[in-house]
Protein backbone atom coordinates (compact mmCIF):
# COMPACT_ATOMS: atom_id res chain seq x y z
CA UNK A 1 0.00 0.00 0.00
CA UNK A 2 1.92 3.76 -1.09
CA UNK A 3 0.83 6.22 1.26
CA UNK A 4 0.27 10.18 0.94
CA UNK A 5 0.90 12.70 3.44
CA UNK A 6 -2.41 15.01 4.46
CA UNK A 7 -2.85 17.46 6.08
CA UNK A 8 -5.96 18.33 8.28
CA UNK A 9 -6.71 20.55 10.88
CA UNK A 10 -3.51 20.44 12.79
CA UNK A 11 -2.98 17.19 11.88
CA UNK A 12 -0.56 15.63 9.57
CA UNK A 13 -1.76 12.15 9.13
CA UNK A 14 -1.06 9.05 6.05
CA UNK A 15 -3.37 7.61 3.79
CA UNK A 16 -3.53 5.20 1.03
CA UNK A 17 -2.42 7.38 -2.18
CA UNK A 18 -5.93 7.30 -3.89
CA UNK A 19 -4.57 7.13 -7.08
CA UNK A 20 -3.54 3.62 -6.59
CA UNK A 21 -7.17 2.58 -6.15
CA UNK A 22 -8.66 4.80 -8.84
CA UNK A 23 -11.25 2.84 -11.56
CA UNK A 24 -11.58 4.91 -14.84
CA UNK A 25 -10.07 7.76 -13.67
CA UNK A 26 -12.11 7.64 -10.73
CA UNK A 27 -11.99 7.23 -6.91
CA UNK A 28 -14.01 6.79 -3.89
CA UNK A 29 -12.52 6.33 -0.53
CA UNK A 30 -14.68 3.20 0.04
CA UNK A 31 -12.10 1.66 -2.56
CA UNK A 32 -9.01 2.20 -0.45
CA UNK A 33 -7.98 -0.29 1.89
CA UNK A 34 -8.39 2.22 4.78
CA UNK A 35 -11.28 4.84 4.44
CA UNK A 36 -10.28 8.52 4.41
CA UNK A 37 -13.26 11.32 3.13
CA UNK A 38 -11.91 14.81 2.92
CA UNK A 39 -15.54 15.19 2.54
CA UNK A 40 -15.86 14.65 5.84
CA UNK A 41 -13.70 17.77 7.12
CA UNK A 42 -16.84 19.50 7.97
CA UNK A 43 -17.84 16.75 10.29
CA UNK A 44 -14.98 16.57 11.96
CA UNK A 45 -14.36 20.40 12.34
CA UNK A 46 -17.27 20.55 14.10
CA UNK A 47 -16.64 17.62 16.06
CA UNK A 48 -13.17 18.86 17.32
CA UNK A 49 -15.09 22.20 18.59
CA UNK A 50 -17.77 20.13 20.86
CA UNK A 51 -15.57 17.96 21.96
CA UNK A 52 -13.59 21.40 23.71
CA UNK A 53 -16.41 21.95 25.06
CA UNK A 54 -17.77 18.69 26.26
CA UNK A 55 -14.03 18.28 27.38
CA UNK A 56 -13.83 14.43 28.12
CA UNK A 57 -10.82 13.07 29.86
CA UNK A 58 -11.68 9.68 27.76
CA UNK A 59 -12.54 9.16 24.52
CA UNK A 60 -13.22 5.54 22.02
CA UNK A 61 -12.83 6.08 18.45
CA UNK A 62 -14.48 3.31 17.77
CA UNK A 63 -14.50 2.92 14.08
CA UNK A 64 -11.28 5.12 13.46
CA UNK A 65 -10.08 4.02 9.72
CA UNK A 66 -7.11 6.59 9.57
CA UNK A 67 -7.22 7.48 13.02
CA UNK A 68 -7.99 11.05 11.66
CA UNK A 69 -10.50 11.92 14.57
CA UNK A 70 -8.98 10.91 17.32
CA UNK A 71 -5.43 12.31 16.87
CA UNK A 72 -7.49 15.69 15.66
CA UNK A 73 -9.15 15.64 19.76
CA UNK A 74 -6.06 15.16 20.79
CA UNK A 75 -4.29 18.24 19.18
CA UNK A 76 -6.83 20.52 18.36
CA UNK A 77 -9.82 19.92 21.47
CA UNK A 78 -7.90 21.62 24.77
CA UNK A 79 -9.29 19.14 26.76
CA UNK A 80 -7.80 17.22 29.67
CA UNK A 81 -7.61 13.96 27.53
CA UNK A 82 -5.58 10.93 29.53
CA UNK A 83 -7.47 7.97 27.36
CA UNK A 84 -8.04 7.94 23.82
CA UNK A 85 -9.04 4.56 22.28
CA UNK A 86 -8.77 3.85 18.57
CA UNK A 87 -10.45 1.02 17.23
CA UNK A 88 -11.16 -0.46 13.73
CA UNK A 89 -11.98 -4.15 12.77
CA UNK A 90 -9.39 -4.00 10.28
CA UNK A 91 -6.02 -4.85 10.49
CA UNK A 92 -4.50 -2.76 7.65
CA UNK A 93 -6.54 0.68 9.38
CA UNK A 94 -4.93 -0.87 12.92
CA UNK A 95 -1.42 -0.59 10.97
CA UNK A 96 -2.19 2.89 9.95
CA UNK A 97 -3.22 4.68 13.29
CA UNK A 98 -0.09 3.45 15.17
CA UNK A 99 1.70 4.91 12.23
CA UNK A 100 -0.38 8.08 12.32
CA UNK A 101 -0.89 8.05 15.86
CA UNK A 102 3.09 7.99 15.97
CA UNK A 103 3.59 11.01 13.58
CA UNK A 104 1.35 13.26 15.34
CA UNK A 105 2.85 12.41 19.04
CA UNK A 106 -0.37 11.19 20.28
CA UNK A 107 0.59 10.28 23.83
CA UNK A 108 -2.59 8.86 25.32
CA UNK A 109 -3.31 6.18 22.49
CA UNK A 110 -4.46 2.94 23.40
CA UNK A 111 -4.79 1.35 19.91
CA UNK A 112 -7.43 -1.89 19.43
CA UNK A 113 -8.21 -4.17 17.05
CA UNK A 114 -11.61 -5.25 18.03
CA UNK A 115 -14.97 -5.89 16.22
CA UNK A 116 -16.72 -2.20 17.92
CA UNK A 117 -19.75 -3.60 19.74
CA UNK A 118 -18.02 -6.19 21.40
CA UNK A 119 -15.22 -3.53 22.75
CA UNK A 120 -18.06 -1.33 24.05
CA UNK A 121 -19.48 -3.61 26.28
CA UNK A 122 -16.48 -3.86 28.12
CA UNK A 123 -14.91 -0.19 28.24
CA UNK A 124 -16.56 2.84 30.22
CA UNK A 125 -15.72 6.27 28.97
CA UNK A 126 -16.83 9.92 28.89
CA UNK A 127 -17.58 10.44 24.82
CA UNK A 128 -17.71 7.69 22.11
CA UNK A 129 -17.09 8.51 18.45
CA UNK A 130 -19.53 6.61 15.88
CA UNK A 131 -18.80 6.87 12.72
CA UNK A 132 -19.76 4.24 10.46
CA UNK A 133 -20.08 3.32 6.44
CA UNK A 134 -24.36 4.23 6.26
CA UNK A 135 -26.34 3.42 9.62
CA UNK A 136 -25.11 3.71 13.01
CA UNK A 137 -27.78 1.84 14.24
CA UNK A 138 -25.65 -1.56 14.86
CA UNK A 139 -23.68 0.41 17.12
CA UNK A 140 -26.38 2.43 19.38
CA UNK A 141 -27.03 0.01 22.30
CA UNK A 142 -23.32 -0.46 22.61
CA UNK A 143 -22.25 2.66 22.82
CA UNK A 144 -24.62 4.09 24.90
CA UNK A 145 -23.72 1.01 27.17
CA UNK A 146 -20.12 2.39 27.51
CA UNK A 147 -20.51 6.01 27.96
CA UNK A 148 -20.61 6.91 31.87
CA UNK A 149 -23.77 8.62 33.26
CA UNK A 150 -23.48 12.31 31.83
CA UNK A 151 -21.43 10.91 28.87
CA UNK A 152 -21.64 12.11 25.56
CA UNK A 153 -22.03 10.13 22.04
CA UNK A 154 -21.53 11.71 18.89
CA UNK A 155 -23.42 9.51 15.75
CA UNK A 156 -22.92 10.15 11.84
CA UNK A 157 -25.73 8.42 9.56
CA UNK A 158 -24.64 8.70 6.14
CA UNK A 159 -27.79 6.17 4.33
CA UNK A 160 -29.90 9.00 4.25
CA UNK A 161 -32.67 7.52 1.77
CA UNK A 162 -33.89 5.22 4.70
CA UNK A 163 -33.79 7.92 7.08
CA UNK A 164 -35.27 10.60 4.42
CA UNK A 165 -38.59 8.20 3.99
CA UNK A 166 -37.16 7.13 0.33
CA UNK A 167 -36.50 3.66 1.07
CA UNK A 168 -39.29 2.91 3.63
CA UNK A 169 -38.57 -1.17 4.12
CA UNK A 170 -34.78 0.02 4.74
CA UNK A 171 -35.93 2.50 7.20
CA UNK A 172 -38.32 0.13 9.23
CA UNK A 173 -35.43 -2.78 9.66
CA UNK A 174 -32.67 -0.31 10.83
CA UNK A 175 -34.87 2.31 13.00
CA UNK A 176 -38.31 0.43 13.63
CA UNK A 177 -39.75 3.80 11.91
CA UNK A 178 -42.27 3.42 9.64
CA UNK A 179 -41.72 6.37 7.10
CA UNK A 180 -43.13 8.36 4.73
CA UNK A 181 -41.33 11.11 1.49
CA UNK A 182 -42.59 14.38 3.34
CA UNK A 183 -42.03 18.02 1.92
CA UNK A 184 -39.44 18.37 4.90
CA UNK A 185 -37.98 14.96 4.97
CA UNK A 186 -34.18 16.66 5.88
CA UNK A 187 -35.74 16.85 8.82
CA UNK A 188 -37.74 13.85 9.12
CA UNK A 189 -34.17 12.10 8.94
CA UNK A 190 -32.54 13.61 11.72
CA UNK A 191 -35.35 12.98 14.13
CA UNK A 192 -35.76 9.71 12.75
CA UNK A 193 -32.27 8.46 13.72
CA UNK A 194 -32.73 10.56 16.87
CA UNK A 195 -35.83 8.30 17.91
CA UNK A 196 -34.15 5.43 17.37
CA UNK A 197 -31.51 6.28 19.73
CA UNK A 198 -33.70 7.59 22.21
CA UNK A 199 -35.79 3.63 22.03
CA UNK A 200 -32.44 2.29 21.78
CA UNK A 201 -30.63 3.98 25.53
CA UNK A 202 -34.33 3.38 27.33
CA UNK A 203 -33.62 -0.44 27.04
CA UNK A 204 -30.80 0.66 29.33
CA UNK A 205 -32.59 3.10 31.40
CA UNK A 206 -30.54 5.67 30.08
CA UNK A 207 -31.85 8.79 28.86
CA UNK A 208 -30.96 11.09 25.43
CA UNK A 209 -30.34 14.84 25.52
CA UNK A 210 -29.60 15.95 21.77
CA UNK A 211 -27.03 18.76 22.11
CA UNK A 212 -26.00 19.29 19.09
CA UNK A 213 -27.18 17.84 15.36
CA UNK A 214 -27.19 19.09 11.77
CA UNK A 215 -27.44 18.00 8.63
CA UNK A 216 -24.70 18.30 5.78
CA UNK A 217 -24.09 17.57 2.30
CA UNK A 218 -24.80 13.61 2.36
CA UNK A 219 -25.15 12.80 6.41
CA UNK A 220 -26.52 13.60 9.44
CA UNK A 221 -24.10 14.14 12.53
CA UNK A 222 -26.05 14.31 16.27
CA UNK A 223 -24.48 14.86 19.51
CA UNK A 224 -25.93 13.15 22.50
CA UNK A 225 -25.88 13.73 26.43
CA UNK A 226 -26.56 10.40 28.09
CA UNK A 227 -27.81 10.39 31.84
CA UNK A 228 -28.61 7.19 33.75
CA UNK A 229 -32.63 6.99 34.91
CA UNK A 230 -35.69 4.95 34.34
CA UNK A 231 -38.11 8.08 34.49
CA UNK A 232 -35.80 9.98 32.57
CA UNK A 233 -35.74 7.23 29.70
CA UNK A 234 -39.55 7.42 29.77
CA UNK A 235 -39.40 11.42 29.90
CA UNK A 236 -37.46 11.15 26.80
CA UNK A 237 -39.70 8.76 25.30
CA UNK A 238 -42.27 10.92 25.68
CA UNK A 239 -41.13 13.34 23.52
CA UNK A 240 -41.76 10.93 20.47
CA UNK A 241 -44.55 11.11 18.18
CA UNK A 242 -45.28 11.75 14.45
CA UNK A 243 -45.54 14.07 11.57
CA UNK A 244 -47.87 13.96 9.21
CA UNK A 245 -48.21 15.37 5.86
CA UNK A 246 -51.46 16.29 3.66
CA UNK A 247 -51.17 16.01 -0.40
CA UNK A 248 -53.90 17.70 -1.00
CA UNK A 249 -53.45 21.03 0.75
CA UNK A 250 -49.89 20.69 1.88
CA UNK A 251 -50.62 21.16 5.51
CA UNK A 252 -48.11 19.36 8.06
CA UNK A 253 -47.77 18.84 11.54
CA UNK A 254 -46.56 16.61 14.87
CA UNK A 255 -48.86 14.63 16.75
CA UNK A 256 -48.72 12.72 19.67
CA UNK A 257 -50.84 9.95 18.11
CA UNK A 258 -50.81 8.67 14.44
CA UNK A 259 -53.25 10.22 12.69
CA UNK A 260 -55.35 9.65 9.62
CA UNK A 261 -57.26 12.77 8.05
CA UNK A 262 -55.98 15.84 7.39
CA UNK A 263 -56.85 18.34 10.60
CA UNK A 264 -57.37 21.12 7.86
CA UNK A 265 -58.97 19.46 5.01
CA UNK A 266 -59.95 16.41 6.26
CA UNK A 267 -57.83 13.96 3.61
CA UNK A 268 -55.57 11.43 4.02
CA UNK A 269 -52.05 12.30 5.80
CA UNK A 270 -49.15 10.48 4.58
CA UNK A 271 -47.47 10.08 8.04
CA UNK A 272 -44.10 9.56 9.44
CA UNK A 273 -42.98 8.38 13.00
CA UNK A 274 -42.14 7.63 15.71
CA UNK A 275 -39.86 10.49 15.06
CA UNK A 276 -38.35 12.69 18.01
CA UNK A 277 -40.04 16.03 18.52
CA UNK A 278 -38.37 17.33 21.54
CA UNK A 279 -35.35 19.74 20.73
CA UNK A 280 -32.41 18.76 18.43
CA UNK A 281 -30.02 21.36 19.89
CA UNK A 282 -29.18 22.93 22.93
CA UNK A 283 -29.04 26.72 22.99
CA UNK A 284 -26.20 27.26 25.54
CA UNK A 285 -24.66 24.57 23.43
CA UNK A 286 -25.01 26.01 20.48
CA UNK A 287 -23.66 29.74 21.92
CA UNK A 288 -20.39 27.87 23.26
CA UNK A 289 -20.06 26.46 19.88
CA UNK A 290 -19.87 29.84 18.27
CA UNK A 291 -17.80 31.46 21.43
CA UNK A 292 -15.31 28.51 21.07
CA UNK A 293 -14.81 28.78 16.74
CA UNK A 294 -12.85 32.04 17.85
CA UNK A 295 -9.94 29.63 18.81
CA UNK A 296 -10.44 28.05 15.23
CA UNK A 297 -9.44 30.22 12.85
CA UNK A 298 -7.20 28.00 10.95
CA UNK A 299 -9.60 25.49 9.86
CA UNK A 300 -10.50 25.22 6.22
CA UNK A 301 -14.24 25.57 7.04
CA UNK A 302 -14.31 28.29 9.15
CA UNK A 303 -16.74 30.58 6.83
CA UNK A 304 -19.27 27.32 6.49
CA UNK A 305 -19.00 26.47 10.43
CA UNK A 306 -19.75 29.81 11.28
CA UNK A 307 -22.63 30.19 9.40
CA UNK A 308 -24.41 26.63 10.33
CA UNK A 309 -24.03 28.01 14.09
CA UNK A 310 -25.99 31.18 13.50
CA UNK A 311 -28.33 29.41 10.90
CA UNK A 312 -29.32 26.52 14.30
CA UNK A 313 -29.51 29.07 16.51
CA UNK A 314 -31.96 31.31 14.72
CA UNK A 315 -33.89 28.17 13.81
CA UNK A 316 -33.64 26.45 17.22
CA UNK A 317 -36.56 28.28 18.71
CA UNK A 318 -39.33 27.23 16.73
CA UNK A 319 -41.30 24.07 16.50
CA UNK A 320 -40.30 20.80 14.74
CA UNK A 321 -40.68 20.52 10.99
CA UNK A 322 -39.76 23.50 9.01
CA UNK A 323 -42.30 24.64 5.46
CA UNK A 324 -41.05 23.29 2.02
CA UNK A 325 -42.16 26.48 0.07
CA UNK A 326 -42.04 25.16 -3.26
CA UNK A 327 -43.93 21.80 -2.08
CA UNK A 328 -46.93 24.81 -0.57
CA UNK A 329 -46.41 26.67 -3.76
CA UNK A 330 -47.06 24.01 -5.67
CA UNK A 331 -50.52 22.95 -4.31
CA UNK A 332 -51.59 26.50 -4.45
CA UNK A 333 -49.92 26.81 -8.20
CA UNK A 334 -48.33 29.74 -7.35
CA UNK A 335 -45.15 31.51 -7.81
CA UNK A 336 -42.21 30.77 -5.05
CA UNK A 337 -41.57 34.26 -3.72
CA UNK A 338 -38.21 34.96 -2.50
CA UNK A 339 -37.72 33.35 0.83
CA UNK A 340 -36.64 36.39 3.01
CA UNK A 341 -39.67 38.21 1.74
CA UNK A 342 -41.79 35.49 3.30
CA UNK A 343 -39.78 35.49 6.11
CA UNK A 344 -40.48 39.81 6.57
CA UNK A 345 -43.81 39.12 5.95
CA UNK A 346 -44.16 36.45 8.47
CA UNK A 347 -42.17 38.63 10.95
CA UNK A 348 -42.09 35.84 13.55
CA UNK A 349 -39.77 33.16 11.48
CA UNK A 350 -36.68 31.49 9.82
CA UNK A 351 -34.49 30.36 7.81
CA UNK A 352 -33.44 26.65 8.28
CA UNK A 353 -30.19 25.26 7.82
CA UNK A 354 -31.95 21.97 6.41
CA UNK A 355 -33.31 23.36 3.13
CA UNK A 356 -32.49 26.03 1.25
CA UNK A 357 -36.41 26.00 0.19
CA UNK A 358 -37.93 25.88 3.87
CA UNK A 359 -38.55 28.06 6.69
CA UNK A 360 -39.23 27.43 10.18
CA UNK A 361 -41.80 29.29 12.13
CA UNK A 362 -44.10 29.18 14.80
CA UNK A 363 -47.24 31.56 12.56
CA UNK A 364 -49.79 28.76 10.95
CA UNK A 365 -50.04 27.49 7.74
CA UNK A 366 -52.44 29.57 6.54
CA UNK A 367 -50.38 32.57 7.83
CA UNK A 368 -47.88 31.54 5.82
CA UNK A 369 -50.41 30.26 2.62
CA UNK A 370 -51.61 34.20 2.77
CA UNK A 371 -47.98 35.53 2.90
CA UNK A 372 -46.87 33.45 0.02
CA UNK A 373 -50.65 34.34 -2.06
CA UNK A 374 -49.94 38.22 -1.65
CA UNK A 375 -46.04 37.98 -2.52
CA UNK A 376 -46.29 35.62 -5.54
CA UNK A 377 -49.35 38.37 -6.59
CA UNK A 378 -46.34 40.69 -6.81
CA UNK A 379 -43.40 38.85 -8.67
C1 LIG B 1 -16.46 5.44 7.75
S1 LIG B 1 -15.05 4.65 8.34
C2 LIG B 1 -14.51 5.65 9.68
C3 LIG B 1 -13.93 6.95 9.26
C4 LIG B 1 -13.21 7.73 10.32
N1 LIG B 1 -13.93 7.77 11.58
C5 LIG B 1 -12.89 9.14 9.82
O1 LIG B 1 -13.35 10.14 10.41
O2 LIG B 1 -12.19 9.24 8.80
C6 LIG B 1 -15.68 3.22 9.15
C7 LIG B 1 -14.63 2.30 9.74
O3 LIG B 1 -15.30 1.36 10.56
C8 LIG B 1 -14.63 0.11 10.50
N2 LIG B 1 -15.61 -0.88 10.93
C9 LIG B 1 -16.74 -1.29 10.29
N3 LIG B 1 -17.45 -2.16 11.06
C10 LIG B 1 -16.74 -2.30 12.22
C11 LIG B 1 -16.96 -3.03 13.43
N4 LIG B 1 -18.03 -3.80 13.57
N5 LIG B 1 -16.05 -2.91 14.41
C12 LIG B 1 -14.95 -2.13 14.27
N6 LIG B 1 -14.69 -1.41 13.16
C13 LIG B 1 -15.56 -1.49 12.14
C14 LIG B 1 -14.18 0.00 9.05
O4 LIG B 1 -13.07 -0.86 8.95
C15 LIG B 1 -13.84 1.48 8.73
O5 LIG B 1 -12.47 1.70 8.92
ZN1 LIG C 1 -55.27 18.75 3.86
Not at 75 to 98: R, T
Not at 144 to 169: F, H, M, Q, R, W
Not at 230 to 259: N, Q, T, V, W
Request: charged share 25%; net charge positive.
Amino acid sequence: MRLVEIKEGKARIFIPDPKEYEKNGKFDPSWAPVFYNPRMMFNRDISVIAVSIISPKSIIDALAASGIRGIRYYLESNSPIEEIIFNDKSKVAVDLISKNVEANGVKVAKITNRDANSLLYEVITDYVDIDPFGSPSPFILSSVNAVKNGGYIAYTATDLAPLEGSAKKSCKRKYDVNNSKLSFSKEVGLRVLLSKIVREAAVLEKAVEPIFAFYNDYYYRVIIRVTRGAKRADESIEKLGYFYECEKCGFSGSSKDPIEKCPRCGNKVKISGPVWLGKINDDSFVHKMIDYLQNFSYIKNFEAVSILLHKILQENKYPSGYYNLEFIASKYKINVPAREKIIECLGDASQTHFSSKGIKTSKSFDEILECMKTLSNKV
